[in-house]
């Protein structure tokens, strides 16, 4: 069996990182959750990732900050934006920061693991 | 967004009198350049007429009052001649009373112009001695003794009658004159049409008048015009001083003196409508020509002022339109902003309901039968969870494409191909319905510099409403063609049509006439921010009772040389 990704999740939603990453590592994943921006680069200036799940509504800054400022820091895992509110211009900022993918939320679980898998492969 | 820097009030144009105001102001405008214009003529003129006439006046006084001393002069003075010819004549004949025949060689002598008619002799008791003249047999034997004016003249030694008939039948002056060594008298009567020449011959302008009266108010000689004018009603010309006057009463210029030693009064009389005939005639020209002026002004002003107050009116229809449509923008903005809003919020919530069911699944595969009676239940349950979690996020995701700012995917369009293309996503489900689809587009149509995939998006929407508005059996037909730069689409169906409460509301978010679960009242919203963000329009109407017409119009591309 191939090796899982490392996945550190973001997002300000405490029950939805709770939940996403227990059943992550029920399925094998190495996972983290934190829930503000300067907890994420806080995070990858430990170590690094393979992919982030980042929220672009944060508390402290937006998604497209957290990007620019893990990009100083120089870790730069594969990023997955998840957001309840598209708006195009997020999006297309967070693509042109590195972002590989945009997705709305709700979204069905199955659906983001194989996301996840085939974002870390 | 400053939307009510209007000069008219907004209210005018909806409001019933909407009419009159734009009639008030037309009669008003009329009415201003028509006074500005016409007015000061009109002063003018009155003013130019009243000088000229005033001045007219002035003179004419004047001139009659020298004209009234000449002939006064002259009326003396021929009276006053007669008179001293006469009395020369007794002076130079010697005591006794002439006879007959010398006094045909008298008259012969002294009458060269013909003014004397005839002489006579008279002797100191009344008794006629002489006659020369045609009257010879009327006054044979008649005696004068009790006569006033036989007494006058043997007491002052002159007298001048009064213009009268007598027992002749004629108007005649009497001249009688003696002597006082004498024992008789001459006496002479006057041809009174000479003397009446005299009078008549005054310049008074025509319809003027000349004559004498006496302190009786009896005429002494003939009116001119024949007119009886009733000295009594000149009661200021006949005052008695024999003071020279001139005045004016109605519509003539009186001027009067006395004569004769103030027997007589000498009045002469302009008339002023007629010597001012020319002047009233010219003063009616002005007039005319004025009012000519006026209705000249009138016309074009009015003329002006109509197109001028018309595309006054039609500007500020297009502004009250084109605020309507600023604020139905404003409000598209605002309900986008909050539809994305509650679409985050929603979404959230719904993700952990989803995700929860979905591990509620996965953990009853790992129960066993034994251990869990209803598992089959609690997965069926929490499959339908996550079907309603689906469900609500399809309308979250709805209200978010709603809002969002797409402005990707411009590029150079032909809306005929993509409307044709749009047309055959449909024709399977029109033609399920016997619903006929015809499509026409314009040959030459221009491209268009657009996004296809959002005006595909308004196509389809648009045709969707259609297919439902239309009963079995009906018709939707779509043309389109290009005018002035602009591609117009214009659907038209066979649908009942728009009832016009719907109309105010068609593109408000959430406004939906079909039933319940059928459509979320978006789709013509969403079409019109497309629209709008794309620079074109959409907009709907009835074909009179022949089902709806929407018509969505896009900037064409300008075509490029050759």
Not at chain 2, 112 to 139: C, E, F, K, M
């Amino acid at each position: 069996m191939e090796k899982k990704p490392s996945v550190l999740v973001v997002d300000d939603e405490v029950d939805f990182v709770d939940f996403l990453v227990r059943r992550l590592q029920k399925r094998g994943v190495p996972c983290e959750g934190v829930f503000t921006g300067m907890d994420a680069v806080r995070r990858l200036k430990k170590g690094p990732v393979d992919v982030m799940l980042l929220d672009m509504h944060l508390p402290d800054m937006s998604g497209t900050d957290t990007l620019r400022a893990l990009r100083r820091v120089g870790h730069a895992p594969r990023v997955l934006i998840l957001s309840g509110h598209a708006s195009a211009r997020d999006g297309r900022e967070g693509l042109e920061l590195g972002a590989s993918d945009y997705l709305l939320k709700p979204i069905e679980f199955d659906t983001l693991y194989h996301r996840l898998l085939a974002a870390g492969r | 967004m400053k939307l009510h820097a209007a000069t008219i009030p907004a209210a005018a144009l909806k409001s019933p009198s909407r009419l009159s105001y734009y009639r008030r102001q037309k009669g008003l405008f009329v009415l201003l350049v028509l006074l500005v214009s016409v007015l000061p003529l009109l002063v003018l003129s009155w003013t130019a007429a009243r000088h000229y006439e005033e001045s007219w006046l002035a003179r004419s006084s004047q001139e009659l009052r020298g004209l009234l001393e000449s002939r006064r002069a002259i009326i003396d003075l021929f009276l006053r001649g007669q008179e001293d010819l006469l009395a020369g004549t007794v002076e130079l004949h010697g005591q006794a009373p002439p006879v007959a025949a010398e006094l045909e060689r008298l008259l012969a002598a002294i009458n060269r112009r013909g003014v004397i008619t005839d002489l006579g002799v008279i002797g100191a008791d009344g008794r006629h001695l002489a006659y020369v003249g045609p009257y010879s047999r009327q006054l044979a034997g008649r005696n004068y003794q009790e006569a006033a004016w036989f007494r006058e003249v043997m007491a002052s030694g002159r007298y001048v009658s009064d213009v009268f008939s007598g027992f002749r039948g004629v108007p005649h002056i009497v001249v009688a004159v003696t002597s006082p060594d004498r024992s008789w008298l001459l006496r002479a009567t006057i041809n009174s049409e000479f003397f009446d020449s005299l009078v008549t011959s005054a310049e008074v302008g025509p319809g003027g008048d000349a004559f004498i009266v006496n302190r009786r108010d009896e005429f002494q000689t003939r009116s001119k015009s024949g007119r009886a004018i009733d000295a009594t009603s000149l009661p200021e010309l006949n005052a008695g001083d024999g003071e020279a006057r001139v005045e004016r009463q109605g519509d003539f210029l009186y001027a009067s003196v006395g004569v004769k030693n103030n027997d007589w009064l000498l009045v002469l009389a302009v008339d002023i409508r007629s010597s001012l005939a020319g002047f009233y005639r010219a003063r009616q020209w002005t007039r005319l020509l004025i009012a000519g002026a006026g209705g000249l002004v009138l016309l074009v002003a009015a003329a002006l002022v109509h197109g001028m107050v018309n595309r006054i009116e039609t500007a500020d229809r297009e502004r009250l339109q084109l605020n309507d449509r600023i604020r139905q923008a404003e409000k598209m903005a605002l309900v986008g902003r909050l539809a994305a809003g509650v679409a985050h919020e929603i979404n959230n919530p719904l993700q952990i309901i989803g995700d929860q069911a979905g591990y509620i699944e996965e953990l009853l595969e790992e129960e066993t039968a034994d251990s869990m009676r209803n598992q089959e239940e609690c997965r069926e349950s929490a499959t339908r969870i996550r079907a309603q979690v689906k469900r609500a996020s399809t309308i979250t995701h709805r209200l978010l494409g709603f809002s969002r700012a797409r402005e990707t995917g411009r590029r150079t369009t032909d809306v005929g191909s993509l409307l044709r293309e749009t047309f055959s996503f449909l024709e399977k489900e029109a033609a399920n319905h016997r619903i006929a689809m015809a499509c026409l587009v314009e040959e030459n149509l221009p491209l268009a510099d657009t996004d296809p995939g959002q005006l595909q998006q308004v196509f389809l929407n648009i045709l969707n409403n259609a297919l439902d508005a239309v009963e079995d059996g009906g018709r939707i037909a779509v043309e389109a063609r290009h005018d002035a730069g602009r591609i117009v689409v214009e659907f038209a169906d066979s649908g009942p049509g728009l009832a016009p409460a719907s109309l105010a509301r068609l593109f408000d978010p959430f406004f939906t006439t079909k039933e319940r679960g059928k459509g979320t009242g978006l789709g013509l919203s969403i079409s019109y921010s497309i629209m709008q963000r794309l620079g074109g329009d959409i907009q709907a109407r009835n074909n009179g009772k022949n089902g709806a017409v929407f018509t969505v119009t896009l900037p064409a591309k300008a075509r490029q040389a050759a």
